[in-house]
């Protein structure tokens, strides 16, 4: 069974940083490609960052240089590691697959239950 557990959201100021898990069951995470995306309500979801089976990256440009997508084998989790936060980064973030795709970007035919960043002063 697919299961995607996402954890660590919260409220921050803005400059400040938080680091999300994706933590993965059912498949391995080195073998698809895994997406963060973010959604604030009444708005369309966007991608914020992807790693490939083979680690290629790629990220939405107003994250790059800001957020990083490392994955942890062992572990079998993705993280995204969002720093200099700003409150247009404010959304629900949730991690995607479809178990199928190695490369970028996945369709969202799987993805956890999502986790609430809140940036404000």
């Known amino acids: 069974q697919v299961q995607l557990v996402e954890s660590g959201g919260g409220s921050v100021q803005p400059g400040g940083s938080l680091r999300l898990s994706c933590a993965a069951s059912g498949f391995t995470v080195d073998y698809y490609a895994i997406g963060w995306f973010r959604q604030v309500p009444g708005n369309e979801r966007e991608g914020v960052a992807c790693i490939s089976s083979d680690g290629i990256i790629w990220y939405k440009q107003s994250v790059e240089g800001r957020f990083t997508i490392p994955r942890d084998n062992p572990k079998n989790t993705v993280y995204l590691q969002m720093n200099s936060l700003k409150p247009e980064d404010t959304a629900i973030y949730y991690c995607?697959?479809?178990?199928?795709?190695?490369?970028?970007?996945?369709?969202?035919?799987?993805r956890g239950q999502g986790t609430q960043v809140t940036v404000s002063s």
């Open positions: 995607a697959t479809d178990i199928i795709r190695r490369l970028c970007p996945p369709k969202i035919d799987y």
